[in-house]
């Protein structure tokens, strides 16, 4: 698994997505907290609780982009084809795959630290409170690498296999965020459902990928 | 001695149409066995099925003695394929991707590999080159290259590329002969317009999916002409 996850992460970083990510989603809550440093005047949140809102909410709809930008191209026969010729199992790549996406939405959470800090000074709210939305943020990374790495194999079409994790994640988190509020039981829930997203997928692909599909004479 | 790979009344159908027709086949460890075969004649499927790509869809196939119709994995331990899909290294330098290749489970497995360095030399290729970058012809130099680097018993190279660079090919074709005196078996396609090759020690010739049964004789190249044509 080790040179799996060494190649993975080695062609994330080469991509654009993450950068571009990183930098996005930190000038948007940035921004959010120049413009309104006491938050919008709209219902009784206070200004870090409408930050970690928008937080999430844009690390939700950009994450399954990352993903689906930053990934190894390999998908269906390109996918066969890298694990028969390693000796690798089809369920290793998909289930390395995934953990190399989580750990770098990881990465891409901790760039929201300092905006969040901002916001929790401002607010004059205890710091532990932005240790828990870090914990937050790495579920949903968890949850977005799983559904989006499942999805890029399952639906066909980068863009297709994009909006469909995005709908299908988005759809988790607000479910979960219902059934589950507060911590640590929605995290542990939505962290799981991911890790769980992945198991199923790895054991479809141990026969799903064995065999070429688009074989011709 | 074990055959390295048996084929009994091998078949492929592909909806309606027979891809491949009840072929019968022995190669022995150390042979270098060319199957020669325009587009559509059943030679990729062949191929793709000796390599563990394609399930049969009757008749026998065994590879390096393990039935690799009931248990296609084993199978695919004692056999390695180069082809279409070609190389799978995006995103990486094709010195990455070979040293990728060497730390897989199959490369950790092989004895007696060449080492990276020794690859790239016999390659011709850029260690520094982006995979990515690379034409379709050095994808499948390096996806040949990758197979006789990791040394399995049995190395199935479809495609073989016809015409340029023939100092690169006879440094592959050389490499093909070294492997194959050490025990490997090597089984190659290429089109119907190919020339000799030398270091084949059989050709055979499919057409309409059935393995012909006359055995095209080995025309040797002629005295001072270089290893032009294919590998």
């Known amino acids: ?36 440093p006491h938050g919008m005047p709209l219902g009784s949140r206070s200004a870090y609780a409408q930050a970690r809102l928008l937080t999430i909410v844009v690390f939700a709809l950009v994450g399954p982009w990352v993903v689906a930008r930053s990934a190894s191209p390999e998908r269906g026969d390109a996918l066969a084809i890298l694990a028969a010729q390693g000796g690798w199992s089809p369920a290793a790549i998909v289930a390395t795959k995934a953990l190399a996406h989580a750990l770098m939405l990881d990465l891409v959470a901790t760039t929201l630290l300092p905006p969040l800090l901002l916001a929790q000074q401002a607010s004059a709210l205890p710091p532990a409170l932005v240790a828990a939305d870090m914990a937050t943020l790495a ?11 499942v999805c890029t194999h399952v639906v066909r079409g980068r863009l297709a296999s994009w909006l469909v994790a995005t709908g299908v994640g988005a759809l988790c988190l607000l479910l979960v965020s219902r059934l589950w509020p507060g911590m640590p039981w929605g995290e542990a829930v939505a962290a799981s459902l991911g890790v769980l997203t992945v198991a199923a997928a790895s054991l479809w692909s141990r026969t799903a990928f064995i065999y070429l599909r688009g074989a011709h004479a | 001695m074990t055959t390295a790979v048996r084929l009994r009344r091998l078949t492929r159908h592909v909806g309606e149409t027979v891809a491949v ?24 499927m062949l191929l793709q099925m000796m390599a563990t790509l394609v399930r049969p869809s009757s008749g026998s196939l065994e590879i390096g003695g393990v039935d690799a119709i009931r248990d296609p994995l084993a199978a695919r331990a004692q056999v390695a394929y180069a082809g279409t899909p070609a190389v799978t290294g995006a995103g990486l330098t094709v010195r990455e991707y070979l040293q990728f290749m060497m730390e897989s489970p199959r490369g950790r497995r092989s004895r007696r590999s060449t080492s990276v360095a020794q690859a790239l030399d016999r390659l011709a290729l850029a260690g520094d080159a982006d995979v990515d970058t690379l034409s379709p012809a050095q994808r499948q130099r390096l996806g040949i290259g990758v197979v006789l680097m990791l040394r399995p018993p049995v190395a199935v190279l479809d495609d073989l590329p016809a015409g340029a660079d023939p100092e690169t090919y006879a440094s592959v074709g050389a490499w093909i002969t070294e492997v194959c005196s050490e025990g490997m078996s090597v089984i190659a396609g290429v089109d119907a317009d190919a020339e000799s090759i030398p270091w084949a020690s059989a050709v055979r010739r499919i057409e309409n ?9 080995f025309v040797s190249r002629p005295p001072g002409r270089t290893a032009a044509g294919v590998l």
């Not at chain 1, 080695?10 to 809550?29: D, F, K, N, S, Y």
């Not at chain 2, 019968?24 to 030679?43: K, Q, Y």
């Open chain 2, 209 to 217: 999916g059935g393995l012909l049964d006359a055995v095209i004789p």
């Open chain 2, 21 to 44: 027709d009840r072929v019968d086949l022995d190669v022995a460890p150390g042979d270098a066995l060319l199957i020669v075969g325009a587009g559509s004649s059943g030679r990729r």
């Open chain 1, 1 to 36: 698994m080790g040179p799996l996850l060494r190649r993975e992460l080695l062609v994330i970083v080469r991509r654009p997505g993450v950068i571009v990510a990183w930098l996005a989603m930190a000038a948007v809550l940035t921004a959010f907290l120049l413009v309104w």
């Open chain 1, 139 to 149: 579920s949903i990374a968890t949850l977005t690498a799983g559904v989006t790495t």
